[in-house]
Antibody, heavy 119, light 110 residues
Framework: QVQLQESGPGLVKPSQTLSVTCTVS??????????WTWIRQPAGKGLQWIGR???????KYNPSLKSRVTISMDTSKNQFSLKLTSVIAADTAVYYC???????????WGQGTLVTVSS | QSALTQPASVSGSPGQSITLSCTGT?????????VSWYQQYPGKAPKLMIY???NRPSGVSNRFSGSKSGNTASLTISGLQADDEADYYC??????????FGGGTKLTVL
């Protein structure tokens, strides 16, 4: 079965770039009709969809973050990544990666990685 | 895009049935069959409970059911159990080709 695992820096300084990676096991990110997605959750708050990349490389981003977000994939490593530029304290959150299947399902999810923006 | 509207908290007694609501607009919930629900325990990743409004993934109890009327989707949990106590989030596809989540509902089992 497909499993996802996030990895990230833990701490990023304001105005710098946040980079997190999701490693996928049990299936190839370049095959199948799937989107590979990033979702975040600030402490004590709700979920926010950040964006996605299709197995063919097409991307779509949340309009509120679009100017700062890039999602890419490295098929040789079976990974996809999120870069968020010019971070501020409000970008502090648990960042989850998930697979978007046919229809409206996000499944499975990674366990999440906490990224704190602080000097 | 605005978050979908969910009640902040709902409570019920064991054995009872409760319904959680998720209200959007004709540009999201009302316009598509692509509504899903997620259960989240503290410190854990969300778990898919319902997709495409009313479909249940394998392994999810048939006590969980979903429906939609107009711009409001609903998740019903029957025979409430102590381990149903969690946060529940709805999600919908939007006319912009993006996804939007609700603010979440904290379910308390009394």
């Amino acid at each position: 079965q497909v499993q996802l695992q996030e990895s990230g820096p833990g701490l990023v300084k304001p105005s710098q770039t946040l980079s997190v990676t999701c490693t996928v096991s049990g299936g190839s990110i370049s095959s199948g009709n799937y989107h590979w997605t990033w979702i975040r959750q600030p402490a004590g708050k709700g979920l926010q969809w950040i964006g996605r990349i299709h197995s063919n490389g097409d991307t779509k981003y949340n309009p509120s973050l679009k100017s700062r977000v890039t999602i890419s994939m490295d098929t040789s490593k079976n990974q996809f990544s999120l870069k968020l530029t010019s971070v501020i304290a409000a970008d502090t959150a648990v960042y989850y990666c998930a697979r978007e299947g046919s229809g409206s399902l996000f499944d499975p999810w990674g366990q999440g990685t906490l990224v704190t923006v602080s000097s | 895009q605005s978050a979908l509207t969910q009640p902040a908290s709902v409570s019920g007694s064991p054995g009872q049935s409760i319904t959680l609501s998720c209200t959007g607009t004709s540009s999201d919930v009302g316009g598509y069959k692509y509504v899903s629900w997620y259960q989240q325990y503290p410190g854990k990743a969300p778990k898919l409970m319902i997709y495409d409004v009313s479909n249940r993934p394998s392994g999810v109890s048939n006590r969980f059911s979903g429906s939609k009327s107009g711009n409001t989707a609903s998740l019903t949990i029957s025979g409430l159990q102590a381990d149903d106590e969690a946060d529940y989030y709805c999600s919908s596809y939007t006319s912009s080709g993006t996804w939007v989540f609700g603010g979440g509902t904290k379910l308390t089992v009394l």
